[in-house]
């Protein structure tokens, strides 16, 4: 699987979909109904009609993930993060968000990250350019779109700031513009809320720091502990091979694992739940690990050995929870 993917042959792009459209199938055929997660400001009561027809839900899943695919994919390669141009980080990527039926239905997280990935390819060009002005507007009005279907992706604010600071010397407009690029769009959606006397809906659940009740199954230990695993040795490794990287490479890496720290602040400072947050995680996990095994390729079981636990991981969570060989 890693060797094949690894390639950046044409015809493998078409390979992507269809790997998401196979992994995507247990949201149809799976007797467990599709999770709603009520952090959604925009158009919540849209979400929950959707979320009642399984077979809606697959289908809105697997366009807004090829899509998220292909971003990612033209992040990594555009910016030459890794050695070779590749499909890899992709197809980490979509393991990661449907290795549990609770994330890869959730088709505002879907939403959300595509505005995420938006934000990292534009915020990508921020390298050294002494006004970005118009960057940094455009990175904080997308990430408000993603807050909007997903409410805890508007902490990544912070991770705006940290990353222009890595980027470039600071001034206090890098600071403000972002701020008001947030703003707007709450701007506009309070203006139409009070123009049609209407409320925020009263079930979004609001921030409140160091006080989230994690519960995980059996099958989320197994699986969050696997991932953790590769999470240290990519690690690990990156920090030992960050001198043979560029300046430019570096920062970028900087800005990935900085968004990493953001995203698992953001787990225990909303009522939030790890699984769900996991959507969010997947973006700079898929590129680390994509660079962890690049670094393994010379040892060429190790990366398919990685690969395969990936997706019997998937399998094991799916089997586990729709009890498919129960009698």
């Given at each position: 699987?890693?060797?094949?993917?690894?390639?950046?042959?044409?015809?493998?792009?078409?390979?992507?979909?269809?790997?998401?459209?196979?992994?995507?199938?247990?949201?149809?055929?799976?007797?467990?109904?599709?999770?709603?997660?009520?952090?959604?400001?925009?158009?919540?009561?849209?979400?929950?009609?959707?979320?009642?027809?399984?077979?809606?839900?697959?289908?809105?899943?697997?366009?807004?993930?090829?899509?998220?695919?292909?971003?990612?994919?033209?992040?990594?390669?555009?910016?030459?993060?890794?050695?070779?141009?590749?499909?890899?980080?992709?197809?980490?990527?979509?393991?990661?968000?449907?290795?549990?039926?609770?994330?890869?239905?959730?088709?505002q997280l879907h939403i959300s990250s595509f505005f995420i990935l938006l934000v990292l390819i534009r915020i990508s060009h921020l390298y050294m350019v002494e006004k970005p002005y118009s960057i940094l507007f455009d990175c904080g009005l997308l990430l408000s779109l993603s807050s909007l279907f997903y409410l805890p992706s508007g902490f990544l604010l912070i991770w705006i700031c940290i990353t222009t600071l890595i980027f470039k010397p600071i001034t206090w407009r890098d600071f403000f513009?972002?701020?008001?690029?947030?703003?707007?769009?709450?701007?506009?959606?309070?203006?139409?809320?009070?123009?049609?006397?209407?409320?925020?809906?009263?079930?979004?659940?609001?921030?409140?720091?160091?006080?989230?009740?994690?519960?995980?199954?059996?099958?989320?230990?197994?699986?969050?502990?696997?991932?953790?695993?590769?999470?240290?040795?990519?690690?690990?490794?990156?920090?030992?091979?960050?001198?043979?990287?560029?300046?430019?490479?570096?920062?970028?890496?900087?800005?990935?694992?900085?968004?990493?720290?953001?995203?698992?602040?953001?787990?225990?400072?909303?009522?939030?739940?790890?699984?769900?947050?996991?959507?969010?995680?997947?973006?700079?996990?898929?590129?680390?690990?994509?660079?962890?095994?690049?670094?393994?390729?010379?040892?060429?079981?190790?990366?398919?050995?990685?690969?395969?636990?990936?997706?019997?991981?998937?399998?094991?969570?799916?089997?586990?929870?729709?009890?498919?060989?129960?009698?």
């Amino acid at each position: 699987m890693f060797r094949f993917f690894s390639s950046n042959q044409p015809y493998i792009l078409f390979f992507v979909p269809l790997l998401a459209a196979a992994l995507l199938l247990p949201i149809g055929l799976g007797p467990t109904p599709t999770v709603f997660y009520q952090q959604t400001v925009f158009i919540s009561d849209i979400f929950v009609a959707l979320s009642k027809s399984n077979w809606v839900v697959y289908l809105i899943s697997f366009f807004i993930l090829s899509v998220n695919s292909v971003l990612i994919h033209q992040l990594t390669d555009k910016q030459s993060i890794f050695v070779k141009s590749n499909h890899i980080t992709s197809v980490i990527y979509i393991l990661l968000i449907t290795i549990s039926p609770k994330i890869s239905g959730l088709l505002q997280l879907h939403i959300s990250s595509f505005f995420i990935l938006l934000v990292l390819i534009r915020i990508s060009h921020l390298y050294m350019v002494e006004k970005p002005y118009s960057i940094l507007f455009d990175c904080g009005l997308l990430l408000s779109l993603s807050s909007l279907f997903y409410l805890p992706s508007g902490f990544l604010l912070i991770w705006i700031c940290i990353t222009t600071l890595i980027f470039k010397p600071i001034t206090w407009r890098d600071f403000f513009i972002p701020i008001v690029g947030f703003t707007t769009p709450y701007l506009f959606y309070t203006f139409f809320l009070f123009y049609f006397d209407q409320s925020i809906d009263s079930s979004i659940q609001l921030v409140s720091f160091f006080n989230t009740l994690i519960v995980l199954s059996t099958s989320d230990i197994i699986s969050f502990g696997f991932i953790f695993v590769l999470i240290a040795a990519a690690l690990l490794t990156y920090f030992m091979n960050v001198q043979r990287k560029s300046v430019r490479v570096r920062n970028l890496y900087l800005s990935y694992l900085w968004l990493f720290i953001i995203i698992i602040l953001s787990i225990l400072s909303f009522n939030g739940n790890i699984r769900t947050t996991t959507g969010l995680f997947a973006i700079p996990f898929s590129i680390l690990l994509t660079d962890f095994l690049f670094v393994l390729e010379k040892k060429k079981w190790l990366p398919e050995l990685i690969m395969v636990l990936l997706f019997t991981i998937f399998l094991f969570n799916h089997i586990s929870i729709n009890n498919w060989f129960s009698f």
